[in-house]
């Protein structure tokens, strides 16, 4: 098993079906998203009704607003891990199996169009050293390797490794 499964298993596992975390988004947070030109809300309610493309939550979405997506748009929506809060003792690179913890990015990414292609654009970006130094620079985790890969893979930025597979 190569040393980034159990993490790639981890984020699979969690993308769906577990309640997201009641803890609020931090403003700076937001704030530094806003900064990448992206637009993001801490509203599910809001990707869920078309008002908005993305959603960052302190957990994945409840089982019900994943539906809620389904049935108004008839795909899934695309989950990522983005960061989280770095405490005492923490390692710089986000470990992703503390699914209450992390941050998701949860992005209406429709399955082809223009609005696809450029949302990547924004999207990627998030997954560049800058950023990265970024989050690192207020105190959040940043993404590790296996997690930029799968990123740009679920973006359609990257070929995956194996065609049943991410890497």
Do not use: H
Request: charged share 15%; aromatic share 10%.
């Amino acid at each position: 098993m190569k040393p980034f499964s159990a993490l790639f298993c981890a984020v699979i596992l969690l993308g769906f079906g577990q309640a997201a975390n009641a803890g609020a988004v931090p403003d700076e947070l937001v704030n530094l998203l806003a900064q990448q030109q992206l637009s993001v809300t801490t509203s599910p309610q809001s990707v869920i009704s078309g008002e908005a493309t993305a959603a960052l939550s302190q957990g994945v979405w409840q089982e019900s607003q994943v539906l809620a997506f389904k049935k108004k748009f008839g795909y899934s929506p695309t989950v990522l891990p983005l960061t989280a809060i770095k405490q005492a003792g923490q390692a710089d690179v986000l470990d992703a199996t503390n699914s209450s913890a992390v941050f998701y990015l949860v992005v209406n990414y429709p399955p082809q169009g223009d609005a696809r292609n450029t949302l990547a654009q924004s999207l990627q970006g998030l997954t560049d050293e800058n950023f990265q130094e970024q989050l690192l620079g207020k105190n959040y985790q940043s993404l590790p390797k296996a997690i930029k890969k799968m990123w740009k893979v679920k973006l359609g930025l990257a070929e995956p490794a194996f065609a049943s597979g991410y890497f």
